[in-house]
Structure formats: C-alpha cells, structure tokens
C-alpha cells in the first residue's frame, strides 16, 4: 500500500474515531478533537513533541481571528439582552399586529436579535415573550414559537460572529463583509420561508396545544436604582446593524478606494470584523447602558453573563485549528486537494455533505464545522475559481441539517415548548432540515454570478 493511500485511510480512521468518542464515550468534543488530531499525527508516524507543537500551532491560528470576534460579539449580545434592548426590539415588532402578521413579526425580530449573540441564550431570552403573544392571541404555541426559532437559526447558521461562520471565514480566509452580504441574499428569503411561510404549512403537524400556563417565568432583568429612560428602540436597532453595515462599507470601499489612500485606510478599518464589533460594543455601552440609567457594575455583569457558554465553544474552535494543522503537518491536506482536481462533485456540494455528513453524527453545528472546515479547506487551493465566501456559507448551512436527538437544540425546542419527540421532529428537525437546503440552493445559485 503506498504511502499517500495509507495517510488517506488514517485521516479517515481519525474523522471516525472523532465521530465514536463523541457519540459513544460521551467525551467532550474538545478532548475528541485533541485526541482524534494527535493520535493522526502518531499514527502517521509523526514524533509526539512534533504533533503537539502541531496541534498547538493550529489552535493558536484558529483562536486568534475567531476569538476576539465571537469575544466581542458576545460582549454586544449581553448588553443588548442585559439592557432591554432585544426585547424592545421584539415587542415593538410584534406590537398589536392581526394574528395572521405574528409569525412574519416574530421572524424578523428574532432575525435581528440573534445577529449578536448565541442561538440557545437568544432563545431562552424569547420564550417567555412567545408564552406571552401565544397567550394574547389565543394561538397555538407553535404558531409564534416556530418562526422565533427559524429567524434566530438564521443567523446562528450564517452570520458572523456566530462560531460556525467565523471559524469557516478564517479556515478559508473569506471577507467577513462578503460573507455578512452573501449571508444576508441567502438568509432573508430562507427565513421567510422556514419562518411564516412553514409555520403555516406545518401547523396541520402541531398536535395538541402546550398549557400555556406552564410556560417559563420571564427572568428579572437587573433594575438600576436611578433609571431615568427606557431602552430607545432606535438606538437598540443602531446597536445590532452597526457592525454588519460597518463591514458592508468596508467590503465595498475597499474594493473602490485607492490602496494606501486615508480613504481606503478608513474602509479596511470598517471591513475589519474585531473593530466594527468593538465600535458596537461602545456604543451600546454608552446608549443602551448608561443612558437608561444602568450603573458600571450592572454593565459589566451583563457583559460578562454572556462569556460563560463561550469557554467551552472556544475550546472546540481551537481544536479544530489543530486537527486541520495536524492534517496539513500529516500532508493529507495535499492529498485531498490533488485527488479533488479529478473529483465529478462540485467543491461547494462537497463542503455542505461533508458538514452535513457530520453534523447528523456529531449533532453540535459548531463541532462539525470545526471538523469539515480542515477536511475542506485544501479544496479551494484545487478550485481557484471558487469564493471562499461561498464556501463558508456552504459548509456552515452544512452544519444544522437535520438536527435530532444528538443536537442540544433540539431537546431545548422540545422542552421549552412542551412537545413529544415526533412533535419535535416534525416542526424543529423539517425546519433546520429545509434551512440547510435551501441555503445550499442558495450559494449553488449565486456561484453563477460570484465563482464556485
């Protein structure tokens, strides 16, 4: 057996062996991917020291563009939920709107509010408002809750700075700003679809109707002692679209300033994803938080609240770098991309497979991403025609198809709003199911105009 062949075969064996300690030994998917990324390099017959300093090099890589990002939207998310800015947002879009108007409103609001922030801490922050409106309305739970969830998974599935898109912009070094515009043409249509336009589809699958009287109390937000004025609703919509309009602006300056002009040093400083969220963070600070009357102490309670899930999600970021290092140290990366040259398949359909492949035995969107992204990533070095961008898009849409008993989402969909499990799999599973491949069609049909 040759060399190449049998450096193909153990990267292969690590996926599944990734793919077993996961899902049978229940190991935390940081220790899978550290174990799967450093057993490749001694297998491969590389020296233990040699595949640490690999593995470590990677994660290294992975974290130094990917952490600040998610660091710092993060940071906005908690001040936005903190303050009372996102549900402003939410009630003034879903205000006193006809019942037939409710899904659409509660879509785009969630759309906007999950921009910022992570999808399961989003969703918690809503489902006390969709008990609420549920309640008033006098409608099915599913009714308001289903299109919260698809608007929400929208931005979790596309957006940067959610950690799947953010790790896929950096494995192929892809434009946050194009990525953010591509995301949008893609998300906005798919929302509308998997949002008020399912709902109304699958409201014959519902089933009985949840008792709306055990739903979940709406926590205390922190009340500061000398507040002097609501949340503006203005200045909650600033707070969420400055830093995707920031990097619009940036992408398109760029591309028509003169290099090296003050001009096109100020854009490439609006492109940068680290600055645009750091301007949002102080602006939020200042005109969410100190404005309504909220002290310093209580800001940075809501700021830090938010970091706590993100330890965790970091680690499995960092340990990707270091399996998608571990196969560049391996040569596999090399392999794939010489073999990729003769492939029939399309680099962007076997991005999304690959991601997909992986999501339905790993079940976390963020893990599979991680370890699509290193398996992809030599694709694009044999397909120099196709956007990165649309490579991040392809792969990340990849990652939420067909959620179901091994994704954490799905058990917070089904627990939350009171559903048995073929409930669950008929409203949250054929919802990020259809997410996934719209969004697939979605970059298939701008390819023909941007590459791919």
């Not at 099915?140 to 289903?146: A, D, E, F, T």
Request: aromatic letters at 8%; proline letters at 6%.
């Amino acid at each position: 057996m040759s060399t190449d062949l049998q450096h193909l075969l153990l990267g292969v064996a690590a996926v599944a062996v990734l793919v077993l300690l996961i899902t049978k030994a229940k190991l935390h998917p940081f220790l899978a991917l550290a174990l799967a990324a450093l057993g490749l390099g001694v297998a491969a017959g590389i020296a233990p020291a040699r595949a640490v300093e690999a593995f470590q090099g990677g994660f290294g890589d992975a974290l130094k563009s990917t952490g600040p990002t998610i660091g710092l939207g993060t940071l906005l998310g908690g001040i936005l939920l903190g303050s009372g800015g996102a549900d402003r947002i939410a009630t003034v879009f879903i205000g006193s709107r006809p019942v037939k108007w409710i899904p659409a409103a509660i879509t785009a609001a969630a759309l906007l509010i999950g921009m910022p922030h992570l999808f399961d801490v989003s969703f918690i922050m809503l489902v006390p408002l969709v008990y609420t409106v549920a309640k008033r309305t006098g409608t099915h739970l599913l009714y308001v809750g289903l299109p919260m969830a698809a608007g929400l998974y929208v931005s979790h599935g596309l957006l940067p700075p959610h950690p799947s898109p953010t790790l896929a912009v950096s494995a192929f070094d892809a434009s946050t700003g194009l990525t953010i515009l591509y995301g949008l043409i893609i998300g906005i249509p798919m929302a509308v679809l998997t949002g008020p336009l399912l709902t109304r589809f699958a409201a014959r699958w519902f089933g009985p109707a949840p008792d709306l009287d055990r739903g979940p109390v709406q926590a205390d937000n922190p009340t500061p002692e000398h507040r002097r004025k609501p949340v503006s609703f203005a200045l909650a919509m600033i707070t969420v679209l400055m830093p995707p309009v920031l990097m619009l602006i940036g992408t398109v300056g760029t591309a028509n300033a003169d290099k090296g002009s003050l001009l096109y040093t100020f854009f490439e400083a609006c492109d940068s994803a680290v600055l645009s969220l750091l301007a949002a963070v102080v602006f939020a600070f200042f005109a969410l938080g100190v404005r309504s009357g909220f002290g310093l102490g209580q800001l940075q309670k809501m700021a830090g609240k938010g970091l706590g899930p993100v330890g965790g999600i970091v680690l499995i970021l960092g340990a990707g770098g270091g399996l998608k290092a571990m196969l560049t140290e391996t040569g596999i990366d090399k392999l794939i991309s010489d073999y990729a040259v003769d492939w029939a398949v399309p680099p962007l359909v076997l991005g999304w497979l690959v991601a997909a492949l992986l999501r339905i035995c790993l079940g976390s969107a963020t893990v599979a991403t991680a370890a699509a992204t290193g398996i992809v990533a030599p694709l694009l070095a044999a397909s120099p025609g196709v956007s990165p961008e649309l490579m991040v898009l392809a792969t990340a849409s990849g990652a939420v198809m067909l959620s179901h008993v091994n994704d954490s989402g799905f058990w917070l969909f089904k627990e939350y709003f009171q559903l048995s499990v073929p409930q669950t799999f008929r409203t949250w599973t054929l919802m990020l199911s259809l997410q996934s491949l719209l969004s697939l069609g979605g970059v298939l049909l701008l390819s023909v105009f941007v590459g791919g």
